[in-house]
T-cell receptor, first 114, second 117 residues
């Protein structure tokens, strides 16, 4: 069975500092990996995805993520955080071999302060 | 920019009552998903449609939940009777292609927040 772990319930960072939101996954085959962001009382918005190829993926709003197969990780990063980045972030995985459903992590709340 | 529409945005009901949620996906999207998101958790898939056909409803509590997408466009999710544990956000999402193109991202609607009293 596939799974996703987001080990931090909350990440706090000062505006202008770099941020990292961690994600590790488990699949039987190769993964498709996604990051979504959720603002209060809203649906999820797609940020970026890894399918194949370059391990560093660039997405919306200056976010990027690095796929590390040996560590089964897909951490979300941004060089300089903004207060407006404060939201709930979800990592999700799908097993390419089984065309299975998308499995989401429990989410990490990012709080960016002035 | 095209968006997934959902209604109502909020619903308060008493237990044992029936409730229904509506979703209109992005035009041309063949695949439609209904998710349930309990507070503090990630979304969990309830049902997936490819056009008008159900392709995955393994997590749908079929004794009380039903879903349909009769013409392969908009969809309705129904709960009858509602229970206290059904309080959650119900999210609809759509994507251009089905399981064969499973690298496609999903586009989510704003959700319906259900409160069962």
């Amino acid at each position: 069975a596939q799974s996703v772990a987001q080990p931090e319930d909350q990440v706090n960072v000062a505006e202008g500092n770099p941020l990292t939101v961690k994600c590790t996954y488990s699949v039987s085959g190769n993964p498709y990996l996604f990051w979504y962001v959720q603002y209060p009382n809203r649906g999820l918005q797609f940020l970026l995805k890894y399918i194949t190829g370059d391990n560093l993926v660039k997405g919306s709003y200056g976010f990027e993520a690095e796929f590390n197969k040996s560590q089964t990780s897909f951490h979300l990063k941004k060089p300089s955080a903004l207060v407006s980045d404060s939201a709930l972030y979800f990592c999700a995985v799908r097993d390419t071999g089984t065309a299975s459903k998308l499995t989401f992590g429990t989410g990490t709340r990012l709080q960016v302060t002035l | 920019e095209a968006e997934v529409a959902q209604s109502p945005r909020y619903k308060i009901t008493e237990k044992s009552q029936a409730v229904a949620f509506w979703c209109d996906p992005i035009s041309g999207h063949a695949t439609l998903y209904w998710y349930r998101q309990i507070l503090g958790q990630g979304p969990e898939l309830l049902v997936q449609f490819q056009d008008e056909s159900v392709v995955d409803d393994s997590q749908l509590p079929k004794d009380r939940f039903s879903a349909e997408r009769l013409k392969g466009v908009d969809s309705t999710l129904k709960i009858q009777p509602a229970e206290l544990g059904d309080s959650a956000m119900y999210l609809c999402a759509s994507s251009p292609n089905g399981a064969a193109r499973s690298y496609n991202e999903q586009f989510f609607g704003p959700g319906t927040r259900l409160t069962v009293l």
